[in-house]
């Protein structure tokens, strides 16, 4: 019998990280004879896939957060803390929390997630935000609807211009999200809204480092999503390199040629790190990390050693299955949850249970409205079928019924209205009319946008 459980006590299963892994599991083991405690630094779930939409002003935050206390209420062996964990002693078995006593555990999890990885340029992330958090999304809203605001007030079509220029970094699902949108924006929605700039004038580049955007799709999906991109007025710029960012100016180098573009607004979503909680793991227990932090886990999830200690989501690199480890989206964190809800239980009864397996039942990113991609294996489409799939898989897996509700009417009035009923800007709108002197010549740091 474990230290920490006695003849009174049922096991104790501690999970630190509330996104798709961490909740999915506190959910399956709702009727399972442990007591749950699942710690968080925030009090909800954030559907992660449709951030974007509150970046660009579609949704707002509440529409796609789920207070965890909310859909744990049911679960009476749940118990929700508001911690941050800072370290672990798997000797001990406890977790040490930021505001709290030591938490013990006879099982963890770990579903920490993953965080902006700036390939050591971590000075662009003042210039270039990212896309993972909802504060991130609240701010990226306010540069992109604060740029057609300062173009309003620029007399300069130099500066103006480059108020209108919007510079996506990464070409991946996230950044061919966050283009499409933003054309849609200046194409559709503001269009008329302004009285000194016309917003269809606004250039958004998409920047890519590898030979096309959505690399983990197949060629002819990528082929089909930039130009679908293109129709939407998006440039794509593949085989490209962003060496340097400043807050008006990138600069890309294309091949032998370097480009410097004057743009005031810089997204990045060209790559990822897992938190800081992979090192911790790393240090306390021995176990191995990839070249992003991720941790290397055994067939059952579990740590090498360490068998009640258990890795999903995107911090974990799960190799066993296939040439390369399975990607880190919100279906692979779903599945792993369902797996340990399942095998936690069966080991305390003294059962074995078969390695962990992905079942991929295909991908699918959204362009614009009507327009998407969607790879099923047995199949692929594009265009208007694709996009109701997506919409369908999205409102589906989001937590809560009122969610789905709000979404889908919101979706409905966007769809046929084309407005975006979210584009607030929040915080002081200290914008002033740009007086650039010309651009710099920047040093070439050679970063490849991932």
Same mark, same amino acid.
């Given at each position: 019998?474990?230290?920490?459980?006695?003849?009174?006590?049922?096991?104790?299963?501690?999970?630190? #990280?509330?996104?798709?892994? #961490?909740?999915?599991?506190?959910?399956?083991?709702?009727?399972?004879?442990? /007591?749950?405690?699942?710690?968080?630094?925030?009090?909800?779930?954030?559907?992660?896939?449709?951030?974007?939409?509150?970046?660009?002003?579609?949704? *707002?935050?509440?529409?796609?957060?789920?207070?965890?206390?909310?859909?744990?209420?049911?679960?009476?062996?749940?118990?929700?803390?508001?911690?941050?964990?800072?370290?672990?002693?798997?000797?001990?078995?406890?977790?040490?929390?930021?505001?709290?006593?030591?938490?013990?555990?006879?099982?963890?999890?770990?579903?920490? #997630?993953?965080?902006?990885?700036?390939?050591?340029?971590?000075?662009?992330?003042?210039? &270039?935000?990212?896309?993972?958090?909802?504060?991130? &999304?609240?701010?990226?809203?306010?540069?992109?609807?604060?740029?057609?605001?300062?173009?309003?007030?620029? $007399? /300069?079509?130099?500066?103006?211009?480059?108020?209108?220029?919007?510079?996506?970094?990464?070409?991946?699902?996230?950044?061919?999200?966050?283009?499409?949108?933003?054309?849609?924006?200046?194409?559709?929605?503001?269009?008329?809204?302004?009285?000194?700039?016309?917003?269809?004038?606004?250039?958004?580049?998409?920047?890519?480092?590898?030979?096309?955007?959505?690399?983990?799709? $197949?060629?002819?999906?990528?082929?089909?999503?930039?130009?679908?991109?293109?129709?939407?007025?998006? $440039?794509?710029?593949?085989?490209?390199?962003?060496?340097?960012?400043?807050?008006?100016?990138?600069?890309?180098?294309?091949?032998?040629?370097?480009?410097?573009?004057? *743009?005031? $607004?810089?997204?990045?979503?060209?790559?990822?790190?897992?938190?800081?909680?992979?090192?911790?793991?790393?240090?306390?227990?021995?176990?191995?990390?990839?070249?992003?932090?991720?941790?290397?886990v055994e067939p059952d999830l579990s740590l090498p050693n360490y068998s009640n200690i258990f890795v999903l989501?995107?911090?974990?690199?799960? *190799?066993?299955?296939?040439?390369?480890?399975?990607?880190?989206?919100?279906?692979?964190?779903? %599945?792993?949850?369902?797996?340990?809800?399942?095998?936690?239980?069966?080991?305390?009864?003294? %059962?074995?249970?078969?390695?962990f397996e992905y079942v991929d039942y295909g991908s699918l990113a959204v362009i614009g409205q009507n327009k &998407?991609?969607?790879?099923?294996?047995?199949?692929?489409?594009? #265009?208007?079928? =694709?996009?109701?799939?997506?919409?369908? &898989?999205?409102?589906?897996?989001?937590?809560?019924?009122?969610?789905?509700?709000?979404?889908?009417?919101?979706?409905?009035?966007?769809?046929?209205?084309?407005?975006?009923?979210?584009?607030?800007?929040?915080?002081? =709108?200290?914008?002033?009319?740009?007086?650039?002197?010309?651009?710099?010549?920047?040093?070439?740091? *050679?970063?490849?946008?991932?």
């Amino acid at each position: 019998m474990n230290r920490n459980q006695n003849l009174t006590t049922k096991p104790q299963v501690v999970i630190i #990280g509330g996104g798709f892994g #961490g909740l999915y599991t506190a959910q399956g083991l709702k009727n399972s004879p442990v /007591d749950v405690k699942l710690i968080d630094k925030r009090n909800f779930h954030l559907f992660q896939p449709l951030l974007y939409q509150v970046a660009t002003g579609s949704l *707002s935050p509440a529409d796609i957060s789920s207070p965890l206390r909310v859909v744990l209420r049911d679960h009476h062996n749940a118990q929700v803390l508001l911690d941050e964990a800072v370290d672990i002693d798997p000797d001990r078995q406890q977790v040490i929390l930021k505001d709290h006593e030591p938490i013990p555990y006879d099982m963890l999890i770990v579903a920490t #997630g993953v965080s902006h990885h700036y390939f050591g340029n971590d000075q662009w992330r003042t210039v &270039a935000p990212g896309l993972k958090t909802i504060e991130d &999304a609240i701010e990226m809203r306010r540069r992109i609807f604060l740029a057609f605001e300062a173009a309003e007030k620029e $007399t /300069d079509p130099v500066q103006r211009q480059a108020w209108l220029t919007f510079v996506i970094v990464g070409g991946g699902p996230t950044g061919v999200e966050l283009a499409g949108a933003i054309a849609e924006i200046a194409h559709s929605s503001l269009k008329g809204n302004f009285r000194n700039i016309d917003t269809t004038e606004a250039k958004i580049l998409l920047i890519e480092g590898l030979d096309r955007v959505l690399p983990p799709y $197949t060629p002819d999906l990528s082929a089909k999503a930039e130009k679908d991109l293109v129709k939407l007025g998006v $440039t794509v710029q593949t085989k490209s390199i962003v060496t340097n960012i400043t807050e008006d100016c990138v600069t890309v180098r294309q091949g032998e040629e370097i480009k410097q573009i004057a *743009s005031h $607004t810089v997204l990045w979503a060209a790559g990822v790190k897992a938190s800081g909680m992979g090192e911790i793991l790393a240090e306390r227990t021995g176990a191995s990390l990839d070249r992003v932090g991720r941790v290397m886990v055994e067939p059952d999830l579990s740590l090498p050693n360490y068998s009640n200690i258990f890795v999903l989501g995107d911090l974990a690199n799960y *190799s066993h299955q296939g040439d390369k480890p399975l990607p880190g989206v919100a279906p692979v964190a779903m %599945q792993e949850a369902t797996y340990l809800a399942k095998l936690i239980p069966a080991r305390l009864a003294g %059962q074995t249970v078969r390695p962990f397996e992905y079942v991929d039942y295909g991908s699918l990113a959204v362009i614009g409205q009507n327009k &998407a991609v969607v790879d099923l294996g047995f199949a692929k489409f594009t #265009g208007l079928l =694709a996009w109701m799939i997506w919409v369908w &898989a999205h409102v589906y897996y989001l937590i809560e019924f009122d969610n789905k509700l709000i979404v889908m009417l919101q979706w409905g009035w966007n769809y046929f209205t084309r407005g975006r009923g979210a584009r607030l800007i929040t915080g002081e =709108a200290d914008i002033k009319p740009s007086r650039m002197t010309e651009i710099p010549n920047v040093p070439d740091k *050679s970063l490849v946008a991932r």
